[in-house]
């Protein structure tokens, strides 16, 4: 449980919209999280939420190695389009947890003999992934979130929220473009990790992705969502606007 010591917010104007920005500081790992409210949440049913992992390297930078900065983006999209959602960000993950200058090294690895994401790992001596979401799971709480329609590629991620007392109504799936950068990463996630990529063919090469749940139309805001739909827009991946 949060204790309103460890818990501040304000709001977070953005591009597009005006997001209630809830920070805290979980009593169970240390770590200050971050979670980004959209809209009136309601009796907390079905709310559409997206759980990310710190990841710098792509969120910041738009490192085209993995496709964590384009989920972070077009998770913000969806959940704009819906007008009601929240995104909890989870500091602590980076490399699924091993750290930064672990994560850096692995990438060496991976450069350098080949390894995938998860030989890279197990090379070293580190675990393939321990990422704790317990954090996410308070904050859901905390809001008053019942139970979820989850942005996600993992079916690890639906069964670790569960444990944790979040009720995962759907999965709905947040697949981004496979390219010559990103592809060899994906195909692993697919391969080893198990996670849900249909948009891959069978040799792991780019593919269209298949429209598996209807996608939210976006709105027109105004007023306190800080003007309209075109004046506000995020940039879109990959754009010099968005400094990638």
Same mark, same amino acid.
């Given at each position: ?54 990841? &710098?390297?792509?969120? &910041? ?184």
């Amino acid at each position: 449980m949060l204790s309103h010591t460890d818990v501040a917010e304000s709001d977070l104007v953005l591009r597009r919209a005006t997001f209630r920005c809830v920070a805290f500081r979980d009593p169970v790992d240390s770590h200050e999280h971050l979670a980004l409210v959209l809209g009136e949440l309601g009796d907390g049913e079905d709310v559409l939420v997206r759980v990310h992992s710190e990841c &710098v390297t792509g969120d &910041v930078f738009g490192a085209l190695r993995c496709e964590c900065g384009d989920q972070l983006r077009a998770a913000l999209d969806a959940i704009l389009a819906e007008g009601r959602g929240m995104l909890v960000y989870l500091r602590g993950h980076e490399g699924r947890g091993i750290g930064l200058v672990n994560k850096v090294s692995t990438q060496l690895l991976q450069d350098e003999q080949g390894l995938d994401t998860v030989d890279s790992a197990t090379a070293l001596g580190l675990p393939v992934d321990v990422r704790d979401y317990g954090p996410a799971a308070r904050v859901l709480r905390q809001r008053g979130v019942r139970s979820v329609r989850l942005l996600s590629n993992n079916p690890a991620k639906v069964r670790a929220l569960e444990e944790h007392g979040i009720k995962v109504a759907t999965r709905v799936p947040l697949l981004v473009a496979a390219h010559a950068d990103n592809t060899r990463y994906l195909t692993a996630k697919r391969d080893r990790l198990g996670h849900d990529l249909p948009h891959l063919n069978g040799d792991g090469a780019p593919g269209k992705a298949p429209h598996t749940e209807p996608a939210p139309q976006p709105r027109s805001r105004s007023g306190a969502h800080g003007g309209s739909e075109s004046e506000n827009r995020l940039p879109e991946p990959g754009s010099a606007e968005a400094g990638e």
